[in-house]
């Protein structure tokens, strides 16, 4: 079976690891990953969602912090704040310099975000297909109340989501296309998933993607989606405050709301929630409840298992 993931960071990581554990070892497995969240910091490219879901399922993450580089130091860091450098809020770990290193060399070589992306997996043995959603320019950003425009990161990171948010653009999504793949990956998939990712900064930029939510709502393929929200509030990250600027009730509902059914113009052709959440109804979706804490492989493999009984495959 070939399965399409659509996936952020920290969240996709994890569901993705459950997925290639449900699949095993002849699966197919292609991730399509948020760039939203790439940033320019000292003329190196970083992609924060690719590297985490890159890290994750090559067994080289953090896992208490969840992203970044396990046995990571921070000598670079601490020399740029030694320099006054005014990006040294971003955390940038020595081990994982190096990937934005390779990857900023690729780029500056005229090779494609996607190719560079194939070149540093190589290293680590995925087991699942990482394509980024677009190789073109692609930026999240955050209109605030009271501080102006800013990238994501520095929203989220610098300012620790405290400006209030007036609303999210996708610098960039009027003139992207799909990186290479990844529309044939949808097309030809058996099963598409998205992800429990944040649905507003991390599933929202992969379907601002021109061309991808078309893809997705043509595909011959069931769409499932899961539920990062349980209860109503995200099991990790700042999905309540996202939804609630855009609108959104944070709730299983809400989001299965936002992403829509797939008979009425949307995305979804099933919902997972979490059973705390039975008794979830969402327009035109069938809807089912399983326990949705990913603990590890077996509790997230046991969610696609039901995603996959849900799509009638
Ligand atoms: P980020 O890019 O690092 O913020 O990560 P993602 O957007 O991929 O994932 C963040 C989302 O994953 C959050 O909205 C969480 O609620 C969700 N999430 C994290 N852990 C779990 C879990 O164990 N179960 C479920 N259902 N959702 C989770
Ligand atoms: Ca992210």
């Known amino acids: 079976m070939r399965i399409v ?14 997925v290639k554990a449900w699949a095993g070892p002849g699966g197919s497995v292609t991730a399509v990953v948020n760039v939203g969240d790439n940033v320019t910091m000292h003329g190196l490219t970083i992609c924060p969602d690719l590297d985490t879901v890159m890290y994750t399922l ?55 975000l996607s190719e560079a992306t194939a070149e540093l997996c190589r290293r680590w043995d995925l087991g699942v297909e990482l394509l980024p959603a677009s190789d073109d320019h692609f930026e999240t950003h955050v209109v605030t109340e ?3 425009t800013m990238h994501f990161q520095e929203w989220w990171v610098r300012h620790r989501g405290a400006p209030g948010v007036v609303r999210f653009e996708f610098d ?21 998933l998205i992800g429990p990712s944040n649905p507003v900064v991390s599933i929202g930029p992969i379907l601002a993607v021109p061309g991808v939510r078309d893809a997705i709502v043509k595909s011959p393929a069931p769409v499932i989606g899961v539920s990062g929200i349980i209860g109503d509030a995200p099991v990790l990250g700042m999905a309540d405050r996202c939804l609630r600027a855009v609108g959104v009730e944070c709730s299983a509902a809400g989001v299965g709301g936002l992403y829509g059914a797939r008979s009425s113009g949307g995305l979804l052709d ?40 849900l799509a009638g495959r």
């Open 5 to 18: 993931v659509l996936a952020g960071g920290v969240g996709g990581a994890r569901f993705l690891s459950g």
């Open 58 to 112: 090559g067994g080289g993450n953090d896992r208490q912090r969840g992203w970044g580089r396990a046995g990571e130091t921070w000598v670079v860091k601490e020399e740029l704040a030694a320099y006054g450098s005014p990006q040294s809020w971003f955390g940038l770990g020595d081990r994982d310099l190096a990937t934005h290193l390779v990857r900023t060399g690729m780029l500056a070589a005229g090779r494609t």
């Open 146 to 148: 009271n501080d102006g």
């Open 172 to 192: 960039g999504a009027a003139t992207a296309t799909a990186a290479s793949g990844v529309l044939a990956a949808i097309a030809g998939a058996d099963l598409v």
């Open 270 to 309: 099933g919902w997972l929630v979490d059973t705390v959440d039975a008794g979830t109804v969402v327009d035109g979706v069938p809807v089912r409840a399983v326990p949705l804490w990913m603990r590890d492989d077996a509790a997230t493999a046991a969610m696609v298992a039901a995603a996959v009984e």
